[in-house]
């Protein structure tokens, strides 16, 4: 049985894999190859697999929500890819959320259900040339996200230092010094927009020849079945750790208090550009990475997509026509305040 080749994408959060993988897929759809994607969100709403259903609709795809691939999720992992392997697909991209330590999930791949049916590829590894620099000093006192983000870079065979236009050369020749110093064996690309030659990461995946049509997965979102303990915050606060099966040393928690928080917007109820971006300019120096989207008074179109990532916001057009919403990720939120001060938002435009 021809094992099915796995490209693992990883990445902090707002760095652009789901960009990257959405150019992987374009390449594979162009070389006539079958694909299936795993995608990771640490929250309960999704945003980015819409992308990749309204880009490319017949994709075989699968969503673990609502908590780490490496962590909450693990036990997951196994039987959402053998699923997509099940499709007979050419080959299986698996994008991690921003805190996911790729190690963890590679080694998930070698359980005994898959260890003869996958074979890791490529681990690629983006990283924001805005933010690289500080992450040392963002999460000084995370040691455990500190480690996440240093084994992104260590374990990856290809890293993109996207970002490049938000970078001067100096900082890009430092950023390129550190990459070399940790991993001096992968390959690096400069990218914006995450836009690379991407053809030496397909060498060798050929399209299989199947005897009969394979019948596709389609859309398919699995949320955590775990509950809250009583006395705990119901946002996520990891800070268990994994135990080595095969040694007596325990590793490091992939991420301890990254947060989500997704934040509902009323129906029929419209908020302008400026008291969003003003909120975000409060809020943003907790927040790694916020997502959504949002039906503005001063847009003709009905939601817009909204982007907050390396304390920058993006607006895009969108043809999304769901509730309007945003997710929050940052580390130790106060979720209480944050949200009564979202909510002040809607008072105030409804005079209530």
């Known amino acids: 049985m021809n094992k099915v080749p796995v490209i693992l994408l990883s990445g902090f959060l707002g760095s652009g894999?789901?960009?990257l993988l959405l150019r992987l897929l374009q390449e594979a759809k162009s070389r006539q190859l079958r694909t299936a994607v795993l995608m990771n969100e640490l929250g309960q709403t999704d945003v980015d697999g819409g992308f990749i259903q309204s880009d490319l609709p017949s994709e075989s795809l699968?969503?673990?929500?609502?908590g780490c691939i490496c962590c909450s999720k693990k036990s997951e992992v196994t039987a959402s890819v053998k699923r997509l392997i099940d499709q007979h697909p050419d080959v299986l991209f698996i994008e991690l959320t921003g805190v996911a330590n790729p190690e963890e999930v590679a080694d998930a791949l070698t359980e005994?259900?898959?260890?003869?049916?996958?074979?890791?590829?490529?681990?690629?590894?983006?990283l924001d040339s805005e933010w690289v620099l500080e992450y040392n000093s963002m999460f000084n006192t995370d040691q455990a996200l500190k480690h996440t983000l240093h084994r992104q870079m260590d374990v990856a065979d290809i890293i993109l230092i996207n970002k490049t236009d938000l970078a001067s050369s100096s900082q890009l020749l430092k950023i390129k010094a550190v990459v070399k110093k940790q991993n001096p064996?992968?390959?690096?690309?400069?990218?914006?927009?995450?836009?690379?030659?991407?053809?030496?990461?397909?060498?060798?995946?050929?399209?299989?020849?199947?005897?009969?049509p394979v019948k596709r997965t389609g859309f398919r979102v699995?949320?955590?079945?775990?509950?809250?303990?009583?006395?705990?915050?119901?946002?996520?606060?990891?800070?268990?750790?994994?135990?080595?099966q095969t040694t007596t040393s325990?590793?490091?928690a992939s991420f301890s208090r990254v947060q989500t928080i997704t934040l509902p917007i009323p129906e029929y109820t419209k908020v302008t550009v400026k008291q969003v971006e003003q909120f975000f300019h409060r809020w943003g120096d907790g927040l790694l990475r916020a997502k959504g989207f949002v039906a503005l008074?001063?847009?003709?179109?009905?939601?817009?997509?909204?982007?907050?990532?390396?304390?920058?916001?993006?607006?895009?057009?969108?043809?999304?026509s769901g509730p309007s919403y945003l997710v929050l990720i940052g580390i130790d939120l106060n979720r209480q305040q944050l949200e009564q001060d979202w909510n002040q938002l809607f008072v105030q435009r409804t005079g209530r």
């Open 185 to 212: 064996k992968a390959v690096i690309h400069f990218t914006q927009h995450s836009q690379a030659d991407l053809s030496h990461i397909f060498s060798g995946i050929e399209p299989l020849a199947l005897p009969v």
């Open 222 to 244: 699995m949320m955590s079945a775990r509950k809250p303990e009583p006395s705990a915050d119901p946002v996520h606060d990891h800070q268990h750790e994994h135990k080595d």
């Open 297 to 320: 008074s001063d847009s003709e179109s009905n939601n817009i997509l909204f982007q907050f990532a390396g304390k920058r916001i993006h607006w895009e057009i969108s043809d999304y």
């Open 17 to 19: 894999k789901t960009t």
């Open 62 to 66: 699968e969503k673990l929500m609502d």
């Open 112 to 126: 005994p259900h898959l260890l003869n049916r996958v074979e890791l590829r490529h681990m690629i590894t983006v």
């Open 250 to 252: 325990t590793a490091k």
